[in-house]
T-cell receptor, first 114, second 110 residues
Framework: EAQVTQNPRYLITVTGKKLTVTCSQN?????MSWYRQDPGLGLRQIYY???????DKGDVPEGYKVSRKEKRNFPLILESPSPNQTSLYFC?????????????FGPGTRLTVL | GQQVMQIPQYQHVQEGEDFTTYCNSS?????IQWYKQRPGGHPVFLIQ?????EVKKQKRLTFQFGEAKKNSSLHITATQTTDVGTYFC??????????FGAGTTVTVRA
């Protein structure tokens, strides 16, 4: 089944404890992106990647890192999480190396930072 | 930077009635995309509009892209309980960064 998977789906952690949220797609898509969703703010783009080893900042990149070593994986790293990073996170992928086309979203990761 | 504003934030609709949600951008867009997110779910792509003045229909849903490519609307006729959810528009300015509106959350009274 063609899909975007994220792990973990739920995570409660404490301030300052490094964590990684994994994202993987099996559709051979070029473009991948991370969003965070907060009430009243919609989806805000954190980072995106047009292809392997090519990443760039979205609108809210502070406090986050990403890497794209393989086409299928795009992990989101929080080196020192803070409570203001409590949010619902979505990974998405798209066939072409741009955001021009339909985005396929993963199921989401709900993160709570205490 | 680019901002995409969406109104209204909430829409409470009587089953069978029509409603419209609007999306406005501060800059000209290369295309606009619409997504639907069911409660507890993830956003799912509905449609993409590319051309100035474009109108597309999907059953009871009608999507429009403004002539200046800075605004868009989604009109739903004869609302059903299956229409419950949050509808997002997303504007693409430079083919790499996608800016989402805050969404319109729709509830339906039976």
């Amino acid at each position: 089944e063609a899909q975007v998977t994220q792990n973990p789906r739920y995570l409660i952690t404490v301030t300052g404890k490094k964590l990684t949220v994994t994202c993987s797609q099996n559709m051979n898509h070029e473009y991948m992106s991370w969003y965070r969703q907060d009430p009243g703010l919609g989806l805000r783009q954190i980072y995106y990647s047009m292809n392997v080893e090519v990443t760039d900042k979205g609108d809210v990149p502070e406090g986050y890192k990403v890497s794209r070593k393989e086409k299928r994986n795009f992990p989101l790293i929080l080196e020192s999480p803070s409570p203001n990073q409590t949010s619902l996170y979505f990974c998405a992928s798209s066939p072409q190396p741009s955001s021009y086309n339909e985005q396929f979203f993963g199921p989401g990761t709900r993160l709570t930072v205490l | 930077g680019q901002q995409v504003m969406q109104i209204p934030q909430y829409q409470h609709v009587q089953e069978g009635e029509d409603f419209t949600t609007y999306c406005n951008s501060s800059t000209t867009l290369s295309n606009i995309q619409w997504y639907k997110q069911r409660p507890g779910g993830h956003p799912v792509f509905l449609i993409q509009l590319v051309k100035s003045g474009e109108v597309k229909k999907q059953k009871r849903l009608t999507f429009q892209f403004g002539e200046a490519k800075k605004n868009s609307s989604l009109h739903i006729t004869a609302t059903q309980t299956t229409d419950v959810g949050t509808y997002f528009c997303a504007g693409d300015e430079n083919d790499y960064k996608l800016s989402f509106g805050a969404g319109t959350t729709v509830t339906v009274r039976a």
